[in-house]
């Protein structure tokens, strides 16, 4: 696995992304994960999310949990995750945050549902067999894992495109995106994040990082070997951890 955390301490990868996280998220894939939470989650006791980031589903975990635990390694994205939170006091009676990471946290109770959103690309092959393994310990009989459709399906070239941000004030965000494969099941993303004032270019900064590719067919192989069955569902992938 690539410490992410780590590597952001070093001032890479996510050091350079969080501050234009909330702002270059396409809203519509956004909005199909919320949507896929609020049909999938609602009324449950306990969840866990791993990798919240900057907390933007946190938010919609703890309107439909009692408890929710946000697993977090990185330290930038916990300051961006528990500022959040500490300003909305319904959150903060909630949300649990935990800077383990995903493979050796240990949570106090089982919960109902484990949320991965935009996260199991950090992990190879034989550690994804340890992550699926760690959480459906973690999970109740029956309870749920969500994951997003990985994206790319192969280990292939993605061609460059800039995907528009939000705006603040007088500025406007972007990133030009790309990924090259660095390797078998492995993919670079090379992500630009621009900064504009009108038609200024005010700054461009390059995170890269390396994710693991897996396909619909190989999550599907790896979580049965785990013990988890598919459950139908819009927008995500969504399994439950059998009963036996
Ligand atoms: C692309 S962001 C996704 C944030 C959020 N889930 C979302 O979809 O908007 C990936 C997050 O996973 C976290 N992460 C990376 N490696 C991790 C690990 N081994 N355990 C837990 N979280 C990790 C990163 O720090 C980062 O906040």
């Known amino acids: 696995m690539t410490d992410e955390a780590a590597r952001a301490d070093r001032g890479l990868g996510y050091a350079v992304n969080a501050p234009y996280y909330d702002l270059i998220f396409p809203a519509e894939a956004r909005d199909a994960l919320a949507g896929a939470l609020r049909t999938l989650v609602p009324d449950a006791r306990a969840v866990a999310e791993i990798g919240p980031g900057t907390g933007w589903f946190t938010e919609i975990l703890a309107e439909l949990a009692d408890e929710v635990f946000a697993v977090e390694p990185a330290r930038i994205m916990r300051a961006a995750l528990t500022t959040c939170l500490a300003r909305v006091p319904h959150l903060a009676d909630r949300v649990t945050v935990l800077p383990e990471d995903a493979l050796t946290v240990r949570l106090p109770v089982q919960v109902d549902a484990v949320v991965m959103f935009n996260l199991v690309m950090h992990f190879s092959p034989s550690e994804r067999q340890a992550l699926w393994e760690h959480w459906a310990r973690a999970l109740v009989p029956g309870g749920l894992l969500l994951v997003e459709h990985q994206?790319?399906?192969?280990?292939?070239?993605?061609?460059?495109?800039?995907?528009?941000?939000?705006?603040?004030?007088?500025?406007?965000?972007?990133?030009?995106?790309?990924?090259?494969?660095?390797?078998?099941?492995?993919?670079?993303?090379?992500?630009?994040?621009?900064?504009?004032?009108?038609?200024?270019?005010?700054?461009?900064?390059?995170?890269?990082?390396?994710?693991?590719?897996?396909?619909?067919?190989?999550?599907?192989?790896?979580?049965?070997?785990?013990?988890?069955?598919?459950?139908?569902?819009?927008?995500?992938?969504?399994?439950?951890?059998?009963?036996?």
């Open 151 to 244: 994206y790319p399906q192969r280990a292939e070239p993605v061609p460059a495109a800039t995907v528009p941000g939000r705006a603040l004030g007088r500025r406007r965000y972007d990133v030009v995106t790309r990924a090259d494969v660095a390797g078998d099941d492995l993919v670079r993303w090379v992500n630009t994040y621009r900064t504009w004032d009108g038609d200024d270019l005010v700054s461009a900064e390059t995170a890269e990082f390396d994710c693991h590719v897996v396909s619909a067919e190989r999550l599907a192989s790896e979580l049965a070997d785990a013990g988890f069955e598919p459950r139908p569902a819009e927008g995500v992938h969504a399994w439950r951890r059998k009963e036996h």
